[in-house]
């Protein structure tokens, strides 16, 4: 039998009535209003040693402990939705790094900061909370570009030979270095790619001579789609430039991976390997969008 459009009639359920729609009867889950949160935070101290997968597992933790209303992803491991800025190198201090945490219910950015330095510990501090869109960027595709602050042993040269060396630096079209990924001998091997850094470096300025003899450089370095400047690399290119040896002496294999940390060495593939230029320190003061 068809109904009168032609169309045949719903199967019948126990008792021979006819079934009714999938879903009849049920009340449409209205969607849930969430918040989202920009967290500006500092990592500094022992903490700059713990790498970024422990960072997520203990802010995730932290946020838990806190008593924050988490927004939970869909599905059989729900997890809270949060979403970090760019990695911060291990043995990095970072003063203006951000995460993205949002919430189902807003509470007063304040409170949040007030909960989330109650629990979290030495050397990570939530330094401002605001509200943002849910529907902009994330921290990553907002910013692009990285400032770092390096301090070198200036070994007894002046400030104006730093200045002479980031000048013929900067000079150059081309500045290539080996990265290398993975550990030689393990288990996977390892792969090396030459990079031309040049167009990763937006900004080089040796500004000072500290009173313990370091020489401070400022660095802008681009994070985006071309790839990300390294503050190491750089400033093996600096020591190479200065050295009166060119892109040669900066030219440098960088280890990379999860467990490989900022791992690089100079002067070729047989040369010793350490995790930066010696006597190196390194902080990241932040990020801005250029172009």
């Not at 595709?141 to 770092?148: D, L, P, R, V």
């Not at 079209?173 to 990079?195: C, F, I, M, N, Y």
Request: charged share 25%; glycine share 14%; proline share 9%.
């Amino acid at each position: 039998m068809s109904l009168p459009d032609g169309t045949a009639p719903p199967p019948a359920g126990p008792g021979g009535t006819a079934s009714p729609p999938v879903g009849a009867g049920k009340t449409p889950t209205p969607p849930t209003t969430r918040w989202r949160l920009r967290l500006c935070y500092a990592k500094t101290g022992r903490m700059r040693f713990i790498s970024h997968l422990d960072l997520i597992r203990l802010f995730e933790r932290t946020a838990r402990r806190a008593g924050l209303p988490l927004s939970m992803s869909e599905g059989y491991s729900p997890a809270p939705r949060i979403a970090y800025g760019w990695p911060l190198p291990v043995g990095m201090s970072g003063l203006g790094e951000y995460v993205d945490v949002e919430l189902v219910a807003r509470v007063a950015p304040e409170a949040v900061m007030a909960s989330l330095n109650q629990v979290l510990p030495e050397g990570l501090e939530i330094k401002e909370a605001r509200y943002i869109s849910p529907h902009g960027p994330s921290a990553m595709a907002e910013f692009n570009t990285g400032s770092y602050m390096v301090q070198l042993p200036a070994e007894g040269r002046e400030l104006s030979e730093w200045r002479k060396a980031v000048e013929g630096l900067l000079e150059r079209s081309k500045l290539e270095v080996t990265r290398v990924k993975g550990a030689p001998g393990g288990d996977q091997g390892s792969t090396s790619k030459v990079v031309d850094v040049r167009p990763l470096i937006r900004r080089v300025e040796a500004r000072a001579i500290t009173p313990d003899g370091q020489v401070a450089i400022f660095m802008e370095l681009e994070l985006g789609g071309n790839g990300a400047g390294r503050p190491d690399e750089v400033a093996g290119l600096i020591l190479g430039e200065i050295s009166g040896q060119g892109s040669e002496a900066g030219d440098h294999s960088r280890q990379s991976g999860p467990e490989a940390g900022d791992h690089s060495r100079r002067g070729g593939p047989e040369a010793g390997r350490h995790l930066r230029p010696n006597g190196m320190v390194a902080v990241r003061l932040g990020f801005r969008r250029q172009g």
